[in-house]
């Protein structure tokens, strides 16, 4: 079976590819969650957050965002030396902003989808090199969100957010979820 060209042999790997990349979503707590690990994972490869997304679902109250939004500086502190998660103060500081940012908005799921006016835009990408970085609507999440006060929410970590929760479908057109996302 053939998977996009990112995906390892690794079973977890397997099963995130198989059935929750790029499946569209209105999940407003998932959605909050992949953004905050999204931006966890700036600079580094999406297997060293999903290998610990279990403990970050532990650490963060199962990215419950009015939880996270009241995190005080001393747990969050204390996530600093948690090995069971990515160590990096501003990412972990970040989740609480971004959670506090995320309730200022009015409807935030509808912000998200609103850049494809709510339906999944399926694209047809033939070569792994060829899926983009960044798109029209990763750089205007990127600026939504920056102007609403989140923080590691570039262009690029807009653009893998957005890939991973279905709102760009970028499965490559030889994947075998490339035809079955674009059908459903």
């Not at 407003?28 to 994972?41: C, H, K, P, S, V």
């Amino acid at each position: 079976m053939k998977r996009c060209h990112w995906c390892t042999n690794d079973p977890e790997y397997i099963r995130y590819h198989d059935t929750e990349w790029g499946v569209p979503s209105t999940d407003a707590r998932y959605l909050f969650e992949m953004l905050i690990l999204e931006g966890f994972q700036a600079g580094l490869s999406w297997w060293s957050v999903l290998k610990k997304r279990d403990h970050f679902r532990d650490v963060f109250l199962d990215f419950d965002v009015n939880r996270v939004a009241t995190l005080d500086d001393d747990y969050l502190e204390a996530l600093t030396r948690d090995a069971g998660i990515i160590r990096h103060r501003g990412k972990i500081f970040a989740a609480r902003n971004n959670a506090q940012a995320w309730l200022r908005l009015d409807d935030p799921v509808d912000l998200i989808w609103s850049l494809v006016d709510g339906r999944p835009q399926v694209h047809h990408i033939d070569r792994h090199d060829d899926v983009p970085v960044t798109s029209s609507e990763s750089v205007a999440l990127s600026r939504l969100l920056k102007k609403n006060g989140f923080a590691f929410v570039g262009p690029t970590i807009s653009q893998a957010y957005l890939q991973a929760v279905g709102v760009l479908m970028q499965h490559t057109t030889d994947c075998f979820r490339h035809a079955q996302l674009q059908q459903a």
